[in-house]
């Protein structure tokens, strides 16, 4: 039985990638402050 006449559903990777961005993004960007902040206290 096919279902031609509906709409196909969203492409579920473009909403897993955006959901990785979601959570990524911000992730990566602490991070990257960890570092830089961590760097700073054992230099000195």
Known sequence: MSH???PSPPDRRV????AWLW????LC???????QKAA?????
């Open 23 to 26: 959570v990524g993004a911000p």
């Open 4 to 6: 031609d006449s509906s």
């Open 29 to 35: 960007y602490g991070l990257y402050e960890l570092v």
């Open 40 to 44: 700073q206290l054992f230099s000195g």
């Open 15 to 18: 909403l897993i990638v955006l």
